[in-house]
């Protein structure tokens, strides 16, 4: 057997090592280095969508889209709708240990590095 039984043992309590996971609680669950676009819960909660997202998400086509579980689905719909019409997939993180602000975020697979990923309130 290649690994410790106490490393094997503390996996099995504690499950595996994530890299980065404060970063991960913050962006629902992803890397800041892959967020091509965040909005907070309060822009999502608003009536309408983002309109810029439907471009983003054109110029992405493999991107993925994360929304918090902790806003009503009533908020969470028109996104959800969006990312099945679009073809992308879409992960609803109900994570109650971590509380983030962020209320949807539009990932690459890959790291980008994008510097500028949240929303002013003038632009929504």
């Known amino acids: ?11 099995g309590i504690h499950g595996l090592k994530e890299t980065k996971a404060g970063e991960r609680k913050v962006y629902l669950t992803t890397l800041r280095e892959r967020v091509i676009l965040a909005l907070t819960d309060a822009q ?8 810029p997202i439907r471009k983003l998400i054109k110029e992405y086509p493999d991107s ?7 806003l009503s689905y009533s ?8 990312a099945n019409k679009s073809n992308i997939q879409f992960t609803i993180v109900d994570d109650l240990k971590s509380n983030t602000e962020i209320g949807l975020v539009l990932a690459s697979p890959m790291a980008i590095d994008k510097e500028d990923i949240f929303v002013s309130k003038k632009e929504f």
Request: glycine fraction near 6%; hydrophobic fraction near 40%; avoid cysteine.
């Open 44 to 51: 999502v909660m608003k009536p309408v969508i983002y309109e």
């Open 1 to 11: 057997m290649g690994e410790n039984i106490e490393d094997y043992i503390d996996r």
């Open 75 to 82: 908020h969470l719909s028109k996104y959800i709708k969006l």
């Open 64 to 70: 993925l889209l994360f929304l918090d579980g902790e």
